[in-house]
Nanobody, 123 residues
């Protein structure tokens, strides 16, 4: 599994950014995809996730400001971030829960993380 994230950058408070993360690989079924973030010295925390059926889950701190969505045909998850605040500054990581099928057809369940993308919100 490979996860390619993009869309981070520098934005002023109140502005918007859109993150994208595309999963690729063979013999895969991608299930829940999500975004986490981490500030130096703190634990990685869930921002939002979305199942293959479209059910979503958000951290309280981003509800009403962030929207997670996905394109199942492209195995891509998006995070639209509006009304950004300084406290949203972090490295954002996408992940994907997947099922990989071996040559013999045996399913193997796993979770893969993408490389982080830095989001910096200035005042």
């Amino acid at each position: 599994v490979q996860l390619q994230a993009s869309g981070g950058g520098l934005v002023q408070a109140g502005g918007s950014l859109r993150l994208s993360c595309a999963a690729s690989g063979s013999r895969l079924t991608i299930n829940t995809m999500g975004w986490y973030r981490q500030v130096s010295g703190k634990e990685r925390e869930l921002v939002a996730d979305i199942t293959s059926g479209g059910s979503t889950n958000y951290a309280d701190s981003v509800k009403g400001r962030f929207t997670i969505s996905r394109d199942n045909a492209k195995n891509t998850v998006y995070l639209q971030m509006n009304n950004l605040k300084r406290e949203d500054t972090a490295v954002y990581y996408c992940n994907a829960d997947y099922i990989y099928y071996t040559d013999g057809g045996t399913p193997v369940v796993g979770r893969h993380w993408g490389k982080g993308t830095l989001v910096t919100v200035s005042s």
